[in-house]
């Protein structure tokens, strides 16, 4: 079965920083990947999707993410962070030989904005 | 537009009830899910539907149940048999069953025990 791991459960960044969230994932063939944002008390919105092709994949709201196969990572990168980017984000990974469960998130990481 | 509904948004029990949670969508998605959210825990998979009038159980579906009478519907039943109900509870939806699609999240409902 698939995993993901979010090594940084916070994060602190100063407004206007660049910003890199980390995430491994755990599956033995190539697997589907996502990122998505969460806001306190709310639902979470999809930031971008890796299946195929170029390993570096754009998204919303200015944030990319890189697919390293060596590494099994897809760390999550924004150039110059808002203090509205502050929020819970959560990396999963979608099993591409079946299962009918949908995805496996990881444990999500915290980031906070300093002014 | 299209997407999912839930409802409430806030929802309060007494010990010993079972409450419904609401979930819509009009996506015409065939697989829904409902996760468990706790602080540092992540979502954690309760019950999933591939199919109408067909659900599985997911990781921690102890204390919960679910029915699947409509493509669109899929309410979630918190039952007194779940010792610790207090969680944002979120419903999702995708294309396919299979990991191979985006999920898409209703805004989720806060369930209190008082």
């Known amino acids: 079965a698939q995993s993901v791991t979010q090594p940084d459960i916070h994060i602190t960044v100063s407004e206007g920083a660049s910003l890199e969230l980390r995430c491994n994932y755990s599956?033995?063939?190539?697997?589907?990947l996502f990122w998505y944002v969460q806001s306190p008390g709310q639902g979470l919105q999809l930031l971008l999707k890796y299946f195929s092709g170029d390993t570096l994949v754009q998204g919303i709201k200015g944030f990319e993410a890189e697919f390293k196969r060596s590494q099994s990572s897809f760390n999550l990168r924004k150039p110059s962070v808002h203090w509205s980017d502050a929020a819970e984000y959560f990396c999963a990974v979608g099993a591409t030989g079946g299962g009918a469960d949908g995805l496996t998130f990881g444990k999500g990481t915290h980031l906070i904005i300093q002014p | 537009d299209g997407g999912i509904t839930q409802s409430p948004k806030y929802l309060f029990r007494k010990e010993g009830q079972n409450v419904t949670l609401s979930c819509e969508q009009n996506?015409?998605?065939?697989?829904m899910y409902w996760y468990r959210q706790d602080p540092g825990q992540g979502l954690r998979l309760i019950y999933y539907s591939q199919i109408v009038n067909d659900f599985q159980k997911g990781d921690i579906a102890e204390g919960y149940s679910v029915s699947r009478e409509k493509k669109e519907s899929f309410p979630l039943t918190v039952t007194s048999a779940q010792k610790n109900p207090t969680a944002f509870y979120l419903c999702?939806?995708?294309?396919?069953?299979?990991?191979?699609?985006?999920?898409?999240f209703g805004q989720g409902t806060r369930l209190t025990v008082v």
């Open positions: 599956y033995g063939a190539t697997p589907y």
């Open positions: 996506l015409n998605h065939d697989a």
């Open positions: 999702a939806s995708s294309a396919t069953p299979q990991g191979d699609t985006e999920a898409f």
